[in-house]
Structures are given as C-alpha cells and as structure tokens.
C-alpha cells in the first residue's frame, strides 16, 4: 500500500544544497580526483540530532499503537536508523522488529537503474501488519518505489520514512511520509551514512559533496 502524500511534511526543514559554481565545467562530477575532496556541512550534527527525535516523536504519536517492522535500506540508511530506532525506544515505541534490506542504485553519482533490492536474511513479521521503511534519500523515487512495491501485501500497512527528500528530482510516484530534510537543489548530499563510493559515511553532520575548484 503506498503512502498517501503527507500535509504535514510542509513543516519540514529545508537545505539548501545548489549546484557549484564551476561544477558544470566538469564532464561528470564523478570524473574528477576523489581523494580531497572538501564538504561543506548544511546541518549541524545537533540539528540532526534535534530533528530525529521530532522524527521519532511524530512516528510515535501515529503508529505508536501498533508493533512496528522496521525495514532499514542499507547501505546509506544505517545511522540514520540506528539513531531513530533507539528514539523510538523513548518514545515508548518497544519491541521494534528491525530487518534490512540492500539496495543499491548508484556508483558514485551515476544511476543505475532499475535498483537492485536484495533482502538480507528473511524478514521476520511475527505477525505484524505495519511496516516502516527507513531509508537515506529519496531522489527520483525509484529506490522507495521498488521497496514499496517489495513490502506491500494486502494485509500489511507500508509507510515510508526518509532522513531526506529531494521533490524536484522525482520520476517514480513516491511521497515519504515521514521526512526529516527536504532538499532544494541538486547538490550532493554526504555525512551521516550518506556517502560518496563509500566516503564520508562517518561525518556525524549532514554536508553538499563540492568538487574541486567550485563555490557555491
Ligand atoms: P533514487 O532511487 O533515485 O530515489 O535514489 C535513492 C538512492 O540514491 C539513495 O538511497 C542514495 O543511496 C542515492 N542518492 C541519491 N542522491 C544522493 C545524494 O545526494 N547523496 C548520497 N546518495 C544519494
Ligand atoms: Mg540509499
């Protein structure tokens, strides 16, 4: 079952994440040297902090009387979930099932599409009709979609949670219900499991990628 679009995602934080100046200059982000690369940071690890537990308190108040599946997209998705799922724990939110899920769509910034999903050990519903799934970004879409159309089942509730959302990006009919950033601008987000070929997933903050020689 998707998620119905989401009037209260209107209050979400945006970040502004432009495209660099110069940047188009390059034939391809991904073509130019990796190994310095500079970030530039567009929300603090506070203010990440601050907005997973408003994320935590909203999920709690709205799915809080069901026992709860959480479906965690890896790679990108595994701080993000880690820090939720213990705000669910605060939130009263108890006996979370949590299972994951691979998926994989992009090689640096180049898509590959279709996303190949590949579930990583067998999902253990015990039962349960409410599935969240906790994902890094949604960008075209095409990821959640191929997760949505993975999880749905006709007794089951599938709702969509993401630390980000990039609207303008979108090709698949997607609406996260749960959002903890919308994004304006195409620039590349990394830091908090969001990586670049598998950099930067340590930065405890949220930062714009910014290729060498540009400026916002
Ligand atoms: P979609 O299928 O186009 O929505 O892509 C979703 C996936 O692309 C995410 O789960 C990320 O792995 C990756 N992705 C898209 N945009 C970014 C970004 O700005 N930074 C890091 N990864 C991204
Ligand atoms: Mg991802």
């Excluded at 180049?110 to 519903?125: D, H, N, Y």
């Excluded at 997760?147 to 609207?167: G, T």
């Excluded at 620039?187 to 930067?200: H, P, R």
Aim: charged fraction near 25%; include cysteine; charge should be negative.
């Amino acid at each position: 079952m998707e998620a119905a679009p989401f009037p209260r995602q209107l209050a979400v934080p945006v970040l502004e994440v432009p495209i660099p100046k110069a940047a188009g200059q390059l034939s391809f982000w991904n073509d130019v040297g990796l190994d310095q690369l500079p970030v530039r940071e567009i929300a603090s690890a506070e203010l990440v902090r601050e907005r997973v537990c408003e994320l935590a308190k909203e999920i709690a108040t709205e799915l809080g009387g069901e026992p709860l599946t959480l479906a965690v997209v890896l790679r990108g998705a595994f701080v993000f979930a880690a820090d939720l799922a213990r705000e669910l724990i605060s939130n009263k939110m108890e006996n979370l099932l949590i299972t994951f899920f691979h998926a994989s769509s992009y090689r640096g910034t180049k898509a590959w599409r279709p996303p190949v999903i590949q579930e990583l050990g067998e999902m253990s519903t015990d039962g349960r009709q409410t599935v969240l799934i906790i994902d890094d970004i949604v960008d075209a879409g095409h990821t959640a979609h191929a997760m949505i159309q993975r999880l749905s089942s006709p007794s089951r509730r599938v709702e969509y949670c993401s630390l980000l959302d990039r609207p303008e990006a979108r090709e698949a009919p997607v609406h996260p219900r749960y959002v903890g950033f919308r994004l304006d601008g195409p620039g590349f987000v990394v830091g908090y499991g969001l990586d670049y070929d598998d950099k930067y997933r340590e930065l405890p903050y949220l930062a714009q990628w910014m290729p060498p020689s540009t400026s916002i």
